[in-house]
């Protein structure tokens, strides 16, 4: 499969990441990509931009050494209901919204964010979540400290109109996720996606610049699961932007 984007980075803004939007474009030209979105985290994270922040993207040129840059941010999912840190009126200019959950356990970790509940719990967090018109992709819903019903997030993210991430940080040997069963839990995604033709996007959320566009392992997962190519949007930007509240009407 012939990926032309790359849905989900982080500058040093995130305050826990280390290059410049600069730097990933640069990266992601060098990777042969048509696009590249950057998804500073919302204001929960510790260390992580103000709100002004995104209220601000104007002064972005969205092209950039040949790579068309969609500037946005990685929500956090706060409660149950799946309320956002970040209220609508502030997201006025963001290209795309990505909701996560980030739990406040396991590894030494501290966020505030979200006190993970049971399966039922997570997964209104999640349907909850897609209901925001500031919401276009569901991010890392594999974590196993956060378990869900992915039949629901399947059916809701279909009918939402809203993508569900394929997270290659995720898989990383050194991330909690990753080492707590991400694997799995994305086979069992992916499994449920293609009963309900629920599309999904492959993101790196790259901290680094050199983590843009590493996707082999998504890869190996979705030969696995016979996954069909049409349901994974990285290989049409149209197709991508179709699915952007901002690109929409």
């Known amino acids: 499969m012939e990926f032309v984007l790359d849905s989900h980075s982080h500058t040093f803004m995130s305050g826990h990441a280390y290059n410049t939007v600069q730097e990933m474009a640069l990266a992601a030209r060098e990777l042969g990509l ?24 104007h002064v972005i040129d969205r092209f950039m050494y040949g790579i068309e840059l969609l500037m ?11 309320g956002l840190d970040l209220p609508s009126a502030g997201l006025r200019k963001i290209d795309v919204g990505i909701a996560s959950i980030h739990p406040n356990v396991g590894n030494g970790e501290r966020y505030p964010a979200y006190v993970p509940g ?28 956060v378990p ?15 993508l569900l991430e394929l997270n290659a940080s995720s898989l990383h040997p050194l991330n909690v996720r990753g080492k707590g069963g991400a694997a799995e839990n994305m086979k ?41 190519e049409e349901l994974v949007v990285n290989r049409d930007l149209e197709l991508y932007k179709s699915f952007l509240h901002r690109f929409q009407g």
């Open 148 to 162: 869900v019903d992915y039949e629901a997030l399947a059916r809701g993210a279909r009918d939402c109109h809203v």
């Open 34 to 57: 048509k696009a590249l979105a950057i998804t500073e985290h919302a204001p929960t994270i510790p260390g992580t931009c103000m709100p002004i922040y995104f209220t601000n993207f």
């Open 188 to 228: 069992k995604m992916l499994d449920c996606c293609q009963r309900y033709g629920t599309h999904v996007v492959v993101s790196s959320d790259a901290h680094c610049a050199c983590a843009i566009g590493k996707f082999e392992k998504i890869e190996a997962i979705l030969a696995e699961a016979h996954f069909p």
């Open 72 to 82: 946005g941010v990685e929500l956090n999912i706060v409660d149950y209901q799946g």
């Open 118 to 145: 049971d399966v039922k719990e997570n997964t209104r967090a999640f349907l909850g979540a897609m209901e925001s018109p500031d919401v276009d992709i569901i991010g890392h819903p594999d974590d196993p400290r």
